[in-house]
Nanobody, 123 residues
Framework: QVQLVESGGGLVQPGGSLRLSCAASGPTFNTYTMGWFRQAPGKEREFVGAISWSGSGTRYADSVKGRFTISRDNAKNTVYLQMNSLKPEDMAVYYC????????????????WGQGTQVIVSS
């Protein structure tokens, strides 16, 4: 069982930056692929990016490539999402997930989810 807690959301102006964190419980964090998804009102949860268990590999949705960066610190059981050059369309609730699969870009690939953290992009 893995419990995930996201933090770091908030209000930011367009063009600004935020760093989200996802803290995980349990001794096996470093065996999971970790992913970030987001869900805007009235829309389905969509893939943002993922990082392999070792941190050596990452994948991103085209909509955030070049602006967002995922990293992880296995010693701290934490995964991060650095978001730069934020746009109004990035506004959503952001969720982190843990997957036992080698890679996961689909909602169904993930076994555990956090409760989400709200990101508001507005001037």
């Amino acid at each position: 069982q893995v419990q995930l807690v996201e933090s770091g959301g908030g209000l930011v102006q367009p063009g600004g930056s935020l760093r989200l964190s996802c803290a995980a419980s349990g001794p096996t964090f470093n065996t999971y692929t970790m992913g970030w998804f987001r869900q805007a009102p009235g829309k389905e949860r969509e893939f943002v990016g993922a990082i392999s268990w070792s941190g050596s590999g990452t994948r991103y949705a085209d909509s955030v490539k070049g602006r967002f960066t995922i990293s992880r610190d296995n010693a701290k059981n934490t995964v991060y999402l650095q978001m730069n050059s934020l746009k109004p369309e990035d506004m959503a609730v952001y969720y982190c997930g843990a997957s036992r699969r080698v890679w996961g870009i689909r909602f169904a690939d993930y076994d555990y989810w956090g409760q989400g953290t709200q990101v508001i992009v507005s001037s």
